[in-house]
């Protein structure tokens, strides 16, 4: 079973600070995704990695930054945290070639700015 | 802008009745389809996909009909239990390298009564 694991479930944090949230998958995995869910938007794709050290913006990248250092490991940083991105992060994996496979997400974590 | 649209926030049905779940796609390079279930405080998993060669793909109670020419996917559950009752994503991916173009809708709410 592919899995995928958020560190943090749960967090609060004040404006202003810098928050990392972080991600590991256990399936070898090229791809690895990050992503925020907001009611009535959907999933949207915030940052996608598909090889170690190499990064792609998705659709909402503006307040982020990632860092994939090892393959199973993308970690998604908030530089100055606001209130807007009080929401919940999902962190998925697949492998390279999406196409024909699914991706695996893992449990989320709810994050709240005070 | 979304190219995958799920233009019902909810659905209710009566247990044991089908449920339909709707879901369209403005991309027509988009080759390959999803379903997610998400319960809450839980990351989506997968349920069932569709590629674009087929119009129909089944899996015990749940069925995904595939209309390429409208551009229109729907999900059949029969029948509807009221362990069904989660939100439900459609997502949608093409076929290209390095992709990220996993798409997700904003997702339907289904409730089954029991």
């Known amino acids: 079973d592919v899995k995928v694991t958020q560190s943090s479930r749960y967090l609060v944090k004040r404006t202003g600070e810098k928050v990392f949230l972080e991600c590991v998958q256990d399936?070898?995995?090229?791809?690895m995704f990050w992503y925020r869910q907001d009611p009535g938007l959907g999933l949207r794709l915030i940052y996608f990695s598909y090889d170690v050290k190499m990064k792609e913006k998705g659709d909402i990248p503006e307040g982020y930054s990632v860092s994939r250092e090892k393959k199973e490991r993308f970690s998604l940083i908030l530089e100055s945290a606001s209130t807007n991105q009080t929401s919940m992060y999902l962190c998925?994996?697949?492998?390279?070639?999406?196409?024909?496979?699914?991706?695996?997400f893992g449990e989320g974590s709810w994050l709240t700015v005070v | 802008d979304q190219q995958v649209k799920q233009n019902s926030p909810s659905l209710s049905v009566q247990e044991g009745r089908i449920s339909i779940l709707n879901c369209d796609y403005t991309n027509s390079m988009f080759d390959y389809f999803l379903w997610y279930k998400k319960y809450p405080a839980e990351g989506p998993t997968f349920l069932i996909s569709?590629?674009?060669?087929?119009d129909k793909n089944e899996d015990g109670r749940f069925t995904v009909f595939l209309n390429k020419s409208a551009k229109h996917l729907s999900l059949h559950i029969v029948p509807s239990q009221p362990g069904d009752s989660a939100v439900y994503f459609c997502a949608a991916s093409a076929h290209q390298d390095n992709n990220n173009d996993m798409r997700f809708g904003a997702g339907t709410r289904l409730t089954v009564k029991p």
């Open positions: 998925a994996s697949s492998l390279r070639e999406i196409s024909g496979n699914t991706i695996y």
């Open positions: 399936m070898d995995h090229e791809n």
């Open positions: 569709i590629s674009s060669i087929k």
